[in-house]
């Protein structure tokens, strides 16, 4: 079973630029969610989706930071414009529903320059 | 509110050791408890999980997590680390198995 597939591994912007990355579910996931995680801290969720409705986007920068999953499948999480505070791993999660395990992709790298 | 705090920033042991990685929670409500592993580079894979029934929990890896309500903790021990054990250790919570709150992480540095 193929697993979470995120895009790009690694990506390195100035501030004040945009930045997009994709995150493909385990296919049938209804579940997808997306995590920061800032060096040498926990991942903190940012937004998460049931099918393509969102959940809960509460610790969402809503002033910079969109998400979509508009076919209820793969998603995007875009940055703009970008702040330092933006590095870090950006790791997207799915789950088959909302209250079973969550498998993890690799992750995003973001640094900003 | 959930909160989870790992008592340990870093825990540097030798190979074969035994070793514990200490995680305390507070919560209002009943919870579900999850240590994850980061290997450098990678995503979090599930090492185990706490949902309900008997409070010591088997893992993977040989990992095992023992959870106490009245000390609201979840530690993780394992007899025996090997120099692969050697990576980023988050514990978690979650009043449902989805939306997960993270500890700060705990660095497991396994010596020769």
């Known amino acids: 079973e193929a697993g979470v597939a995120q895009s790009p591994r690694y990506k390195i912007i100035e501030k004040r630029q945009s930045v997009a990355f994709w995150c493909n579910p385990i296919?049938?996931?209804?579940?997808l969610y997306w995590y920061q995680q800032i060096l040498g801290q926990g991942p903190k969720l940012l937004i998460q989706?049931?099918?393509?409705?969102?959940?809960?986007d509460s610790q969402l920068p809503k002033d910079r930071f969109s998400a979509e999953r508009l076919k209820g499948v793969d998603s995007t999480l875009k940055i703009q414009p970008a702040k330092l505070e933006d590095s870090a791993v950006y790791l997207c999660?799915?789950?088959?529903?909302?209250?079973?395990?969550?498998?993890f992709g690799q992750g995003t790298r973001l640094t900003v320059v | 509110a959930q909160s989870v705090t790992q008592l340990d920033s870093q825990v540097p042991v030798f190979e074969e050791a035994p070793v514990e990685l200490r995680c305390n929670y507070s919560s209002s409500v009943s919870v579900y408890l999850f240590w994850y592993v980061q290997y450098p580079n990678q995503g979090l894979q599930l090492l185990l999980k706490?949902?309900?029934?008997?409070?010591l929990v088997k893992g993977i890896n040989g990992f095992e997590a023992e959870f106490n309500k009245s000390q609201t903790s979840f530690h993780l021990r394992k007899p025996s680390v090997h120099i692969s054990d050697t990576a980023e250790y988050f514990c978690a919570v979650s009043r449902y198995t989805g939306k997960l709150i993270f500890g700060q992480g705990t660095t497991l540095q396994v010596k020769p």
């Open positions: 296919s049938g996931h209804a579940t």
């Open positions: 989706f049931q099918n393509n409705g969102v959940v809960d």
């Open positions: 706490y949902l309900s029934g008997s409070t």
């Open positions: 999660a799915s789950s088959l529903n909302g209250d079973t395990e969550a498998f």
